[in-house]
Nanobody, 115 residues
Framework: QVQLVESGGGLVQAGGSLRLSCAASPSISRLYAMGWYRQAPGKQRELVATITSGGSTNYADSVKGRFTISRDNAKNTVYLQMNGLKPEDTAVYYC?????????WGQGTQVTVSS
């Protein structure tokens, strides 16, 4: 069983930055696609950004130009750099690892952006 552990969430003022990290344990194949999703109160979980094993990225329109996803396969870690944060970015952020029939989720980390 793979465990994904997120870190880096917190409280930040609008316009600020945060960097989320997600470490996989035990190590997972670099074939896994990794991603970040978020869920705000009363809303469905939504995609934020994904990165394939080959490094191709995909972003939700709402975060394009502000968020950057990256991965370090040697450290089994995926990152989400979040700049220009807005109050509407407030949510629990979840890490995801997916390959074939395997699909793993982290426990989530809270990001709160004050206006």
């Amino acid at each position: 069983q793979v465990q994904l552990v997120e870190s880096g969430g917190g409280l930040v003022q609008a316009g600020g930055s945060l960097r989320l990290s997600c470490a996989a344990s035990p190590s997972i194949s670099r074939l896994y696609a990794m991603g970040w999703y978020r869920q705000a109160p009363g809303k469905q979980r939504e995609l934020v950004a994904t990165i394939t094993s080959g490094g191709s990225t995909n972003y939700a329109d709402s975060v394009k130009g502000r968020f950057t996803i990256s991965r370090d396969n040697a450290k089994n870690t995926v990152y989400l750099q979040m700049n220009g944060l807005k109050p509407e970015d407030t949510a629990v952020y979840y890490c995801n690892a997916r390959f074939s029939v395997f699909n793993f989720w982290g426990q989530g980390t809270q990001v709160t952006v004050s206006s």
